[in-house]
């Protein structure tokens, strides 16, 4: 019969190296149903695996909103996400103060609050699922109504986007702070640290697609002039850095130019304007295109395709330095040699010292070749006065023994991510543009926030495990019971967070045809998943000088899709 002490000791080893279930492995059902089409079963998970009214609440209302979207029950959905929003706006006026709980225990006993741009994805479905009503009503005031929706919530979408913007400033801002003395000096000094990401290029400050969705739903509405508005909202932050941030190519900028110029066209008045414009924003084949677009029919496509990345957990342990009164931080790289691989690439890329610093304290220490070899795999700090603060606190004692923290991040090199589309009609075949990466976008805000999520994660373990300490200060066997008990309690609850919503999709892409009234056979040739191939065909009737709408959402297998046409 093992001892105690070996008995406790085996457990601590034990939730050192299994950690806590993530997001992602507890949703796991009701995603691989919603991909295989089985929306109602999955509906069943998501109501099991989630609480309404508990800390996961607002994941309850959109992941089921999502479900319900692609089981095109969109008045369901909408009602759903009408919650989803009630509850995003909600925690995300609530005071800091109140989050210290949460932030001092454990981040996932806490309620989730939306990211930015998830808040801007709860309307754009919204918007999506009133387009979808409008096209089932065979009641003229019902479409209105339904269309009406649909205007309000891309306006939704615009107040959203420009509260954001006011906060994190715009583009042209971050630009004129590029250009000044500070920053240039600021570039220069984090070469030498070896910071490899510049944080300020990476806030979401606006979201091009957002508008270019808005202006659609504008020129279903016949509302041409916000149409124009909103297509050139989208092209100029496409052009001025959202197109660069997210990895996105010039055509879509390009594109957004066209239907810009397209609404000048249909709404009159800038006869003056829009001949200039097109020729310094379109290619030769787009100014081509652009003389008779608008009389014809056309059909624009919209692709959502893929899933979001999840977010995963990577552990972490602190030591004590008292040579150099230094607190030493070095990955637990765990799993296979690919979610190694993931776990050291985040680690180099957000936290591991890089430059001269490193390389500086590695000569004072004679470490120089243990330096070179374990390259990228630790992080310093040095404390200095604030030593003597943590020694008095007992957190140098607690940290020489070793502390386990958690943070999340995103397997980012085994990442496959979707591959091209195209589509086919009338024996010819044009690209799908990607307008949106939503796993840039999540990728993105992880980065911004890891400095945060280490602090937490640090204070949050150094508090659990000084009161493990205390415990363990009444002396004699209890104390050291009470000590090895605390220890193991600390380690067990240590969590990140890594909820995000993941019935998103990974990206959007989207192409516009010009075709002759009529019913057309069109097939999409689809990569939802690198490697994955698949091809979807669907019949569209083209009304003249009217846009038809096909909307798709493709998974990794040609069974787990769904498409709808929107015809108005």
């Known amino acids: 019969m093992l001892r105690p002490l070996k008995l406790t000791l085996l ?95 454990n981040p996932r006993q806490g309620p989730y609050r939306a990211s930015n741009f998830e808040r801007v994805f709860i309307n754009y479905y919204k918007a999506l699922n009133y387009l979808m009503l409008a096209v089932q009503s065979t009641d003229n005031k019902m479409r209105e109504r339904a269309l009406e929706g649909a205007r309000i919530e891309s306006r939704r979408i615009d107040m959203v986007l420009s509260d954001i913007e006011a906060q994190k400033g715009n583009y042209q801002e971050q630009a004129d702070r590029e250009k000044s003395m500070f920053s240039k000096l600021m570039r220069i000094f984090n070469k030498l640290t070896g910071e490899i990401i510049d944080r300020d290029k990476i806030v979401y400050r606006n979201d091009a697609f957002g508008h270019y969705l808005a202006a659609v739903i ?124 993931d776990q050291r690439f985040w680690f180099y890329a957000l936290y591991a010292d890089k430059g001269i610093t490193d390389l500086v304290s590695a000569v004072y220490e004679e470490r120089v070749i243990p330096a070179l070899l374990q390259y990228s795999m630790v992080k310093r700090e040095y404390l200095g006065p604030l030593w003597d603060v943590a020694d008095g606190l007992g957190l140098v004692q607690v940290l020489q023994q070793g502390m386990r923290i958690t943070v999340p991040y995103y397997r980012v090199t085994s990442y496959k991510g979707s591959g091209p589309s195209t589509l086919s009609v009338a024996g010819t ?109 669907k019949q569209v009737d083209i009304k003249p000088g009217e846009m038809a709408v096909w909307k798709v959402r493709t998974f990794p297998t040609k069974a787990n899709q769904t498409s709808q046409q929107v015809g108005l």
């Open 218 to 341: 504008y020129e279903q509405y016949n509302e041409y002039d916000s149409a124009r508005v909103a297509y050139q909202k989208s092209a100029s932050l496409y052009e001025n850095g959202y197109q660069a941030q997210y990895g996105l190519k010039k055509d879509m900028t390009e594109q957004a130019w066209f239907d810009t110029i397209r609404m000048m066209q249909k709404a009159g008045g800038w006869r003056n304007e829009w001949p200039q414009l097109s020729q310094t924003k379109l290619s030769k084949d787009k100014r081509q295109l652009l003389k008779d677009f608008n009389d014809m029919g056309h059909l624009i496509v919209l692709e959502h395709t893929g899933m979001v990345p999840e977010r995963d957990e990577m552990n972490m342990l602190l030591t004590a330095d008292p040579n150099t009164r230094q607190v030493v931080i070095n990955p637990i790289l765990t799993g296979d040699p690919s979610r190694q691989l």
């Open 11 to 105: 457990l601590m080893i034990s939730v050192w190296l299994v950690g806590c279930a993530t997001y992602g492995q507890d949703v796991r059902k009701g995603l691989e149903l919603t991909q295989q089409g089985q929306y109602n079963e999955a509906a069943g998970a998501f109501e099991k695996a989630l609480d309404p009214k508990g800390d996961d609440r607002l994941l309850y209302y959109t992941e089921l909103g999502m479900v319900y979207h692609l089981a095109g029950d969109y008045e369901k959905s909408n009602r759903l996400l009408e919650s989803a929003e009630r509850i995003s706006e909600d925690l995300y006026t609530k005071r800091i103060s109140d989050m210290l709980t949460t932030a001092m225990s």
């Open 429 to 537: 075949e044009q690209p799908m543009l990607t307008g949106q990466s939503v796993a840039h976008l999540a990728v993105q805000q992880q980065l911004l926030d890891a400095s945060v999520d280490i602090q937490e994660a640090m204070a949050r373990e150094a508090f659990k495990n000084l009161t493990a300490a205390q415990a363990a200060s009444v002396g004699g066997d209890a104390g050291a019971v009470l000590g090895f008990l605390g220890k193991i309690a600390a380690n067990a609850s240590s969590s990140a967070e890594t909820r995000n919503w993941l019935l998103l999709p990974d990206q959007i892409k989207v192409t516009r045809i010009a075709l002759t009234p009529g019913t057309h056979t069109v097939t999409l040739n689809s990569e939802p998943v690198k490697g994955h191939k698949q091809t979807i065909t």
